[in-house]
C-alpha cells in the first residue's frame, strides 16, 4: 500500500524558513517523481515544485523561484521541501504528491499524502 | 503562462447526470486529469489521460477531452460525490491545476 506522511509544518515568522518532509512507502520510491502541491486556506490546488526520480531534475512554479528547493534522499525513501523568505501568501497546507512515472513529463499524481500546514505570521 | 478555467459551481439532482468542463487552450492536445477532493480529505485521482479510471473509481465516473476543452463526467451521481473537482494538465514543465469546481448534490 502507498502511503506518503508528511511532516514539519508549523507557524513561522515572515522572511524565515522552514523544510517539510515526505516519507514515502509501499513502493519503490526512487522509480518515481514526486511533487510538491500546496493549498491555500478555501483555495485550489496550486503546484509547487517536483523532482524526477533520480533527482537531477526540478521544476518550480515561479513565484518560488529563487527562495525554495525540492530534493529528496532516496536511500531515505523521503522527499523534502526546503522553504526560505517565506511570505503571508505561502500559508498554506502542502501535500507531497507522487507522479506517475520517474521522470517529469506529462502525467498526473496517481497518489497523495496527508498535507501539513504551513502558517506564515507575525 | 498556462491557464485552465472551471466553473467555481455546478449543481445536480441526484441520480442525475454531472457535467464538469475545464477549458485551456489547445487543451485536446495534452493530457487532462480529475482529481476529487472532499472537504477535509487530501485530492483523489479519478480520471488519467483524459478516459482512464484508476482501480477503485467507479463506473459513473468518465472523462472526455477534445479542442478547448475537457469534461468530466459522473452519470447517477450520488451524495457522496459531492465534492471540489480539480482537473489538471502539463504545460512547458510545469503542472496546471484548474481553479475547482465545487459539485452539490441537491
Known amino acids: 500500500e502507498v502511503q506518503l506522511l508528511e511532516s514539519g509544518g508549523g507557524l513561522v515568522q515572515p522572511g524565515g524558513s522552514l523544510r517539510v518532509s515526505c516519507a514515502a512507502s509501499g513502493f519503490t520510491f526512487s522509480t518515481y517523481a514526486m511533487s510538491w502541491v500546496r493549498q491555500a486556506p478555501g483555495k485550489g490546488l496550486e503546484w509547487v515544485s517536483g523532482?524526477?526520480?533520480?533527482?537531477?531534475?526540478?521544476y518550480y512554479v515561479d513565484s518560488v523561484k529563487g527562495r525554495f528547493t525540492i530534493s529528496r534522499d532516496n536511500s531515505k525513501n523521503t522527499l523534502y521541501l526546503q522553504m526560505n523568505s517565506l511570505r503571508a501568501e505561502d500559508t498554506a497546507v502542502y501535500y507531497c504528491?507522487?507522479?506517475?512515472?520517474?521522470?517529469?513529463?506529462?502525467?498526473?499524481?496517481?497518489?497523495w499524502g496527508q498535507g501539513t500546514l504551513l502558517t506564515v505570521s507575525s | 503562462s498556462y491557464e485552465l478555467t472551471q466553473p467555481p459551481s455546478v449543481s445536480v439532482s441526484p441520480g442525475q447526470t454531472a457535467s464538469i468542463t475545464c477549458s485551456g487552450d489547445k487543451l485536446g492536445d495534452k493530457y487532462a486529469s480529475w482529481y476529487q477532493q472532499r472537504p477535509g480529505q487530501s485530492p483523489l485521482l479519478v480520471i488519467y489521460q483524459d478516459n482512464k479510471r484508476p482501480s477503485g473509481i467507479p463506473e459513473r465516473f468518465s472523462g472526455s477531452n477534445s479542442g478547448n476543452t475537457a469534461t468530466l463526467t459522473i452519470s447517477g451521481t450520488q451524495a457522496m460525490d459531492e465534492a471540489d473537482f480539480y482537473c489538471?494538465?502539463?504545460?512547458?514543465?510545469?503542472?496546471?491545476f484548474g481553479g475547482g469546481t465545487k459539485l452539490t448534490v441537491l
Open positions: 504528491a507522487k507522479w506517475w512515472r520517474g521522470d517529469l513529463v506529462p502525467g498526473y499524481f496517481d497518489y
Open positions: 523532482v524526477s526520480g533520480s533527482g537531477s531534475t526540478s
Open positions: 489538471q494538465a502539463w504545460d512547458s514543465r510545469t503542472v496546471v
